[in-house]
């Protein structure tokens, strides 16, 4: 199976998530939603909650955050 994002993409969007120091978990929703969003990807305010969420307590981690979002990604 093909990733859907590049490592690339996906170390400048955890760069912005930690740059934002995550401390809102609204705030690091929508940026997993724009980013998808960007690459012509759907995803539910909920689950962009939720996988926020589970990405803040992995700290960020770069397998944990391709996972979320290869799990929100819905074709448009």
Known sequence: MRERFTVMELAALR????QGGMIDSRDAAELLQ????????GVSQQAAMDAAGRVEI?????????RELEGLALVM
Request: charged share 10%.
């Open 15 to 18: 760069n912005d998530l930690l």
């Open 34 to 41: 724009v980013f998808l969003m960007g690459r012509g990807y």
């Open 58 to 66: 992995s700290g960020c981690s770069l397998p944990v955050l391709q």
